[in-house]
């Protein structure tokens, strides 16, 4: 198992924790929740997402930077709409990597996977799929329809 004597993750630990599946972390019982496996493996799945980001951003933003002279009205306006898509993705990415960011600060301080309004546990399938939540599902569904009913 994980090294829990110190701070620091040997080559073992890492291994371990890569060779987890979401379908291991669900078969964990309840009382596992959150456990420094759990936190690790969950702090490694942002991490690879938050360098997918990383690289799309870099990616994207040499073609943003790319300035093309086209005489054709038509093919400017073309390629005027397809930077605008790119500076919405881009936004959008940004976003989504500041959400990696405080989920990985919420792992560091042993927040991660309770709900911020009741501190009830979010849940392991919900952060499968969604590993940026911050709120249980309850909790979120409440939230929707106060926004619905009042606005934002």
Not at 10 to 23: H, Y
Request: proline share 4%.
């Amino acid at each position: 198992m994980i090294n829990k004597s110190s701070k620091i993750m040997t080559n073992q630990d890492l291994s371990i924790i890569e060779s987890l599946t979401d379908e291991d972390i669900l078969n964990m019982p309840e009382s596992d929740y959150m456990n420094e496996l759990q936190l690790n493996f969950f702090k490694n799945k942002l991490k690879k997402l938050e360098q997918e980001i990383l690289s799309n951003v870099e990616k994207n933003g040499k073609k943003l930077r790319e300035t093309q002279f086209v005489p054709d009205p038509v093919d400017r306006a073309s390629i005027e709409e397809e930077h605008a898509l790119e500076l919405r993705n881009r936004d959008r990415e940004n976003k989504l990597l500041k959400q990696i960011q405080s989920s990985i600060a919420r792992i560091d301080s042993k927040d991660y996977g309770w709900c911020e309004e009741t501190g009830d546990p979010i849940g392991i399938p919900r952060l499968l799929a969604r590993p940026t939540a911050t709120l249980s599902l309850e909790a979120k569904e409440r939230r929707e329809m106060r926004q619905k009913l009042y606005g934002n």
